[in-house]
């Protein structure tokens, strides 16, 4: 196992993070503690995990994924100090959170309260938002036309950016939160929440996850680019486009307990002609290579420069068995060059 700087921090981070998002709707207490137990005794010390999970979201399964975490950190309090806990405030769009609302300073402290309570915790390692108040480019919003950036005011994002880190710096005083970061945000959103936080003396975004994966590349490179040079981890989340280049959605297959299974059809934007296309070469490369689509994707987006830890995620110990050996992997040279040939081609599938 490899571990890498999580940013500006001081904590030392495995490059595989073990997501959670499942845990809650497809997974239950015992499935998860199967996970967590393996991943940790391959040498991950990293989990993601959010105040709205379960996935698909629900008023139902609200909290249930930081509860099933709670869960076995309560019973494994003498492992707590080698991992590195992270979770997410939601922002608007969720009605039974906060009634919808944005996120404001008011928010994080009653939201990291919430988090550490079912965390069965006294802090969390990196605590992120979730998404902008703003509308972003992201979850299939990044095509010409479908955002009017010139509608929005900056200066009341600045506004609202400002109290948000007042917020987080008061629980970071605290001891609740050792650490902040970002998710699902653009190049915009990291350079002023720095430009902020180096005015004010608040603190700094070490790290942002957002989705990047063989299908969706829109961050590489300017936003990764930055990353880099502020010292900000980058974390893909969805490497496997949620589940889709494991090349088992091929051909309308629906796997009954698969995501796209159970999630609603109007929200698979990422399910298009083109997206099968390319998952179609893919699984091609992947036999040549001798590895399983999920492999050849993971290990792909392991080597790109500039990723600082993948987020994975898995329904089964027997998936994420093969997606932590997919870390292993070295892409020779021929394969890497096939697969860029192949991105050539299908460069923006969704």
Known sequence: ????????????????CLGSMTWGKQNNQTDADQQIDYALAQGVNFIDTAEMYAV?????????????????????????KDLTIATKIAGTGLPWVRNGGPITGEAVIQAVDQSLKRLQTDYIDLYQLH??????????KQWPGQIRFTDVDPQHERNQMLEILHALDDCVKMGKIRHVGLSDETTWGI???????????LPKMVSIQNEFNLLSLKDW?????????????????????????????????????????????????????????????????AKQANLTPAQLALAWCKQVDGVTSTIIGATSKQQLIEDIAAFDVVL??????IIGQTIRQFPATF
């Open 131 to 140: 998404w902008p108040n703003r509308t972003s480019p992201h979850f299939g």
């Open 221 to 285: 490179p300017y936003l990764i680019e930055q990353c880099v040079h502020q010292n900000v981890a980058y974390l893909p989340w969805s490497p496997l486009a949620s589940g889709v280049l494991s090349g088992k959605y091929a051909n309308g297959a629906r796997p009954e307990g698969s995501r796209w299974s159970i999630s609603n059809p109007r929200g698979l934007h990422r399910d298009t002609p083109q997206t099968h296309q390319a998952v179609e070469c893919y699984v091609n490369i």
């Open 191 to 201: 350079t002023t929440y720095l430009e902020l936080s180096k005015t004010h003396g």
């Open 56 to 80: 698909p979201p629900t008023p139902d399964t609200y909290g249930t994924t930081e509860a099933i975490i709670g869960d076995w950190i309560a019973r494994h309090q003498n492992q707590r």
């Open 1 to 16: 196992m490899d571990y890498v700087k999580l940013g500006s921090s001081d904590i030392n981070v495995s490059n595989i």
């Open 332 to 337: 020779d040279q021929e394969t890497l060059d």
